[in-house]
């Protein structure tokens, strides 16, 4: 089974940045596009980016222009560059894999790891 574990989330101030890190076990990660969630309570789970197996990266809703993501296959991990923080930017993170080779993780078919809260006031 694909076990995802997030760390790197925190309490900062607005302004500030996080890295988050996403390391995966049982599957090779540089087979799969991967992605980072985020979610607020009582909202849907939204995409904030998203790498595919050759490193190209695509970044989604409020993740563009601030959040970076990028891959170490070397390490089977996924980390997120998160910049200028809001405190909109306020969420449970989640990182996610495909349950299908070939397609970048979504809402409807991913495995997901147990999130790490990034709080920003």
């Known amino acids: 089974d694909v076990q995802l574990v997030e760390s790197g989330g925190g309490s900062v101030q607005a302004g500030n940045s996080l890295r988050l890190s996403c390391s995966a076990s049982g599957t090779k990660m540089v087979r799969y596009c991967m992605a980072w969630f985020r979610q607020v309570p009582g909202k849907e789970r939204e995409v904030v980016a998203t790498i595919d197996t050759d490193g190209g990266a695509n970044n989604y809703n409020s993740g563009k222009g601030r959040f970076a993501i990028f891959r170490d296959n070397a390490k089977n991990t996924v980390y997120m560059e998160m910049k200028h923080l809001k405190p909109e930017d306020t969420a449970m993170y989640y990182c996610?894999?495909?349950?299908?080779?070939?397609?970048?993780?979504?809402?409807?078919?991913?495995?997901w790891g147990q999130g790490t809260q990034v709080t920003v006031s």
């Open positions: 996610a894999a495909p349950v299908l080779m070939g397609n970048c993780p979504t809402l409807d078919s991913a495995y």
